[in-house]
């Protein structure tokens, strides 16, 4: 009886490991099939501009593969063409922990959002991160109009490299 125990738990555990390194088709075929629906009508959506779409899309895209880094950095995206900026920001900073794209595009983005927010220390915070962290348009950073109510913010101004021209 114990031989035939210990047999029948050596074939469970083998078919167990085996039944997880080799999943069978039809038990997948459907939620494979489904999540690349949902991709595929997210990442349209997301082209079209259509975020009232795009974001349950893409929420239920990362919901599926949080791994996936583009994928939360497209949440973010949905978001902030939603004006949530609130979640815009967690779904950055997930992509930023993930490391999609180029980082500082990301630690600017969140910056983007904290002033739409009207969170000025936050902004600042973030824009500093974005620039140090390796941030190549100074020119956009210079003009871009989210950051029209911090222009004359001493710490805005060095880190941006505006000059003042009034005393020159």
Same mark, same amino acid.
């Given at each position: 009886? *114990?031989?035939? /125990?210990?047999?029948?738990?050596?074939?469970?555990?083998?078919?167990?490991?085996?039944?997880?390194?080799?999943?069978?088709?039809?038990?997948?075929?459907?939620?494979?099939?489904?999540?690349?629906?949902?991709?595929?009508?997210? #990442?349209?959506?997301?082209?079209?501009?259509?975020?009232?779409?795009?974001?349950? @899309?893409?929420?239920?895209?990362?919901?599926?593969?949080? *791994?996936?880094?583009?994928?939360?950095?497209?949440?973010?995206?949905?978001?902030?063409?939603?004006?949530?900026?609130?979640?815009?920001?967690?779904?950055?900073?997930? %992509?930023?922990?993930?490391?999609?794209?180029?980082?500082?595009?990301?630690?600017?983005?969140?910056?983007?959002?904290?002033?739409?927010?009207? #969170?000025?220390?936050? *902004? @600042?915070?973030?824009?500093?991160?974005? @620039?140090?962290?390796?941030? /190549?348009?100074?020119?956009? %950073?210079? *003009?871009?109009?989210?950051?029209?109510? @911090?222009? #004359?913010?001493?710490?805005?101004?060095?880190?941006?490299?505006?000059?003042?021209?009034?005393?020159?």
């Amino acid at each position: 009886m *114990t031989k035939m /125990r210990k047999a029948l738990c050596v074939l469970f555990a083998f078919g167990w490991v085996y039944t997880a390194a080799y999943p069978q088709e039809s038990k997948n075929a459907a939620p494979d099939q489904s999540f690349r629906e949902a991709l595929d009508q997210a #990442e349209k959506a997301l082209k079209g501009s259509k975020y009232a779409d795009a974001a349950p @899309l893409w929420k239920r895209v990362t919901d599926a593969n949080p *791994t996936q880094a583009g994928y939360w950095l497209n949440l973010a995206k949905s978001y902030y063409g939603l004006k949530e900026y609130q979640r815009a920001i967690l779904a950055y900073a997930k %992509a930023l922990e993930l490391r999609a794209d180029y980082p500082a595009n990301s630690m600017y983005a969140i910056a983007c959002c904290h002033a739409m927010l009207g #969170e000025q220390a936050a *902004t @600042l915070e973030w824009l500093e991160k974005a @620039l140090k962290g390796g941030y /190549r348009d100074l020119r956009k %950073a210079q *003009t871009d109009s989210r950051f029209e109510s @911090l222009r #004359e913010h001493p710490k805005y101004r060095d880190l941006v490299a505006l000059a003042d021209t009034s005393k020159m």
